[in-house]
């Protein structure tokens, strides 16, 4: 049996999470810590009390998820010492969940990935202040027929989920005519999201040239895990190739659906939701009903780890 830990991206914060945790679990007190001392202000306490309009800020947000989600990882680690979490054959991240799938696998050390993570959040978000956007969900129609759309609205198909869900991303004005064209093709809804930006399209351009500097600046090292990269949904084995990515994932879509899809097909039958939420485990079940999913997001799932069924 083949096991892949898969972690959260932005828009699975809320306020309280990762308390009982950092209650609970020595491993996960010393994550909060880590990530307090590298960013250098109490993350841990905005994650723990709000408010919930600043744990919401992209700046704040991406961190807080990276933080809670490794937390969860090492605090299932301590509890079940070793027998009750299985290897992963690979590990991947939604979105901003890969840099905490980094942080798994070694590639980055854990201050390193929390340090990143919100330098992305700043310049994400200041780079959406330059060139307004917004990202909308499109349920119910299928990727060729949102490609058209997308083609007659300068939009992007920012996320490829699942089947029959998929986010668009772009200029706002052209995110309402999007939305439009989807609905009179057959989408059965669109829903904007509350993001600051245009993510994952060249609107991001300019967070793209800030991350490069600061990505030069810092160690990075090879996988001892392969981890699925968002853009390609194939996995990276070196240095070079996480550092490309970490860049081309901002302006590309997120190949959620393909990577899922890769994992399947190299024998994973069982994906491991670890962080806050369960949005990746329905995500996975509509790709491929015949696989498991397990969720490890609070302090309750981390106290009943049980070794997984091998059989």
């Given at each position: ?16 999470m ?23 202000f109490?993350?841990?306490r ?28 090492k605090?299932a ?10 290897p ?6 939604h979105?901003l ?29 200041e ?12 349920i119910?129609?299928?990727?060729a ?44 809804r669109?829903i ?18 800030g ?54 097909n190299?024998g ?9 939420g ?20 609070d ?11 091998q059989?």
């Amino acid at each position: 049996m083949k096991v892949a830990h898969i972690f959260p991206g932005q828009g699975s914060q809320k306020v309280g999470m990762g308390r009982a945790l950092y209650d609970n679990f020595a491993s996960a007190k010393a994550a909060f810590e880590q990530a307090d001392e590298a960013l250098g202000f109490p993350l841990s306490r905005l994650c723990f009390e709000g408010p919930e309009d600043e744990l919401r800020q992209t700046i704040n947000a991406q961190p807080a998820l990276v933080t809670v989600s490794y937390a969860c990882l090492k605090a299932a680690y301590e509890v079940s010492g070793g027998n009750g979490l299985p290897p992963p054959a690979f590990v991947a991240g939604h979105s901003l969940g890969e840099y905490t799938a980094l942080a798994a696998a070694r590639a980055l050390d854990f201050s390193t990935a929390v340090y990143l993570a919100r330098e992305r959040g700043r310049l994400m978000y200041e780079a959406g202040l330059r060139k307004p956007g917004g990202m909308v969900a499109i349920i119910g129609l299928d990727e060729a027929s949102l490609a058209e759309v997308c083609g007659q609205t300068d939009t992007r198909i920012a996320n490829i989920n699942c089947p029959g869900q998929l986010v668009i991303s772009g200029a706002k004005e052209n995110l309402a005519k999007a939305a439009g064209l989807a609905e009179a093709r057959g989408a059965q809804r669109t829903i904007p999201l509350p993001v600051s930006g245009a993510f994952h399209t060249p609107l991001m351009q300019s967070a793209v040239d800030g991350m490069s500097e600061i990505i030069a600046t810092l160690p990075f090292h090879e996988p001892v895990i392969p981890v699925i990269a968002n853009t390609t949904a194939q996995p990276m084995t070196n240095a070079e190739q996480v550092k490309a990515e970490l860049l081309r994932q901002l302006c590309n879509g997120v190949q959620w659906q393909r990577s899922i899809e890769y994992m399947v097909n190299d024998g994973v039958s069982t994906f491991i939701e670890i962080g806050p939420g369960e949005v990746l485990s329905g995500l996975v079940r509509r790709i491929n009903k015949n696989v498991r999913t397990l969720n490890i997001g609070d302090a309750e799932a981390i106290k009943s780890i049980r070794t997984v069924d091998q059989g």
